[in-house]
């Protein structure tokens, strides 16, 4: 019973990441239409830009979990600006190509400039050892990592429910076109919102620091698991991506831990069946007949 | 004569290849309701797409009130002063009622109905303020939907077949408002294929058939024609 427990922090700690970032790529999916293959180097960017920040300046991980995202932040709106703002008028095919373009681009530079093998990290200040809470031994940052996840997923709830941009994403997320023909220059809102979903991706990079190796292919698998997640959530659902987000969480850690050969299978399987029951995902919404 | 809103002039529009809209021009004044009638198909949806600058391969000219449209871009355009209500009535799932209502930007204070004058005429808008705007029924969405353009104070409605699929007594409703949103000095472009409805309405009727317009006629004219008229376009 005590294992399942930690089995499930675990999860939930790695689900906090996946939630974040198909947080960040729903958003940018709804409101652009951009599906952004770059997501997953962005995450690695997140967490090698913590290391190498420790490395370089001593900033440590408290430091990185606000300066990371703000530097992928910036770093988004430049893409925006720079490339993928280009594309939008084109078939979608175009910046999902342009965007795997930039992970082989960004993944490389990483690769050269920091080789192949692992950067150190270490578990932040206060967050080394392990709570015991009701006869169960857990490790802090795992749970700091999925509280905090949770806590944040929250807070962007709150934003795009509460707020009236939060409103203008939402409507946008849902039709574009029609939000536009009601008076709202939804292009206005692309540039800060593609740099918002990159910034998530950042944040659980920072998040992943800790306990992932950080190497520059640690996105390339990420990515791929985040399809996964948007497809079981469905596709421009904002609910959708964060709860699909914890569920494949905890369905890798219990994969892990008592089918270890069959854990990234899973995942799969769990889309596949998904996919079959509800073809839109489990909060996307059926195509109107 | 009443001031002139919207001037429609020799209009074409294309979709790939294929024109689904020749030189169709027509006019819209201040306070006026005008049809355009015609089958599925006759182009009447891409020519309210056209005004609202969503369908944007086309020829000729488009002017609100003396300025031109040509050009302009969908949110430009409403923030002008039209108000677009489309066929599938475009209420959001992910916003509430009242979030729906609130969703298009205010483009003229003085014409802008404030959400409580909205919930008096629409009494069972505010029970449902709260509700997601999809979990109401079809012909609560359809009043919705034009709620929100006078909410945003728009000048001229685009209606796109507000009574489709609606009970008669929805439907003959809904003709209130549009006469009530009429006397209010809103102008209306209404797209309809129930003719029995547009007559009880509109002051002028445009019959549309394959992208042309092939008869113009005042409301008097339509009613004591609407067998032949109809017969002539097939329907």
């Known amino acids: ?289 | 004569m009443a001031e002139r809103l919207l001037t429609v002039d020799t209009l074409s529009a294309f979709h790939g290849e294929a024109q689904v809209l020749r030189d169709v021009s027509i006019d819209v004044s201040v306070g006026e309701v005008v049809t355009l009638v015609g089958r599925n198909g006759a182009g009447k949806t891409t020519l309210l797409r056209s005004i609202m600058g969503l369908h944007k391969n086309t020829r000729g000219s488009i002017a609100l009130d003396g300025t031109t449209l040509d050009g302009k871009s969908a949110d430009k355009r409403a923030r002008l002063g039209i108000g677009w209500v489309p066929d599938d009535r475009g209420i959001y799932a992910t916003l509430t009622v009242e979030e729906n209502l609130s969703l298009p930007p205010v483009v003229d204070k003085d014409a802008s109905w404030s959400l409580d004058r909205i919930y008096e005429q629409f009494p069972v808008l505010r029970e449902r303020r709260d509700f997601p705007g999809t979990k109401l029924s079809g012909g609560e969405q359809q009043m919705l939907a034009m709620a929100r353009p006078l909410r945003a104070g728009s000048r001229l409605l685009l209606l796109d077949e507000p009574s489709e699929g609606l009970a008669p007594v929805i439907v003959s409703q809904i003709g209130q408002i549009i006469r009530d949103i009429r006397s209010q000095g809103v102008a209306v472009l209404l797209v309809e294929q129930n003719v029995k409805f547009a007559s009880t309405v509109a002051d002028r009727h445009n019959l549309l058939a394959q992208g042309e317009v092939v008869e113009s006629l005042d409301n008097d004219a339509f009613q004591s024609r609407t067998t032949e008229l109809l017969q002539h376009l097939g329907m």
Request: charged letters at 10%; hydrophobic letters at 60%.
């Open chain 1, 1 to 289: 019973m005590s294992a399942f427990i930690q089995y499930t922090l675990q999860g939930l700690a790695t689900g906090g990441f996946y939630a974040l970032a198909a947080l960040g790529l729903a958003v940018i999916f709804g409101v652009m239409g951009v599906v952004n293959f770059s997501h997953g180097a962005m995450y690695m960017l997140g967490a090698v830009g913590s290391a190498v920040l420790l490395d370089v300046a001593d900033v440590p991980f408290w430091g990185a979990l606000v300066v990371v995202p703000v530097l992928l932040f910036l770093f988004g709106i430049l893409v925006e600006r720079l490339l993928v703002r280009w594309l939008l008028a084109l078939d979608p095919l175009y910046n999902f190509l342009l965007t795997f373009g930039l992970t082989l681009l960004i993944v490389d530079l990483v690769k050269r400039r920091y080789g192949v093998s692992g950067l150190p990290y270490e578990l932040p200040a206060g967050l080394e050892g392990r709570v015991t809470i009701g006869g169960l031994s857990l490790s802090s940052y795992q749970l700091f990592a999925a509280f905090f996840s949770v806590a944040l997923c929250i807070a962007v709830w709150l934003l795009l429910t509460k707020t009236r941009i939060g409103m203008i994403v939402r409507a946008s997320t849902e039709d574009a076109e029609r939000t536009r023909a009601l008076g709202i220059n939804v292009g206005r809102w692309v540039t800060p919102v593609f740099g918002f979903g990159i910034a998530l991706a950042g944040v659980a990079g920072v998040l992943a620091a800790p306990f992932r190796a950080i190497t520059a292919d640690m996105g390339s698998n990420f990515i791929i698991i985040l399809f996964a997640v948007v497809v079981i959530g469905g596709l421009g659902s904002i609910l959708g991506a964060v709860m699909a987000g914890f569920l494949v969480g905890l369905v890798e850690a219990y994969g892990q831990a008592y089918a270890p050969s069959y854990a990234q299978v899973l995942i799969f399987v769990l889309m596949a069946a998904v996919v079959l029951v509800r073809p839109a995902g489990l909060f996307g919404r059926e195509e109107a007949s």
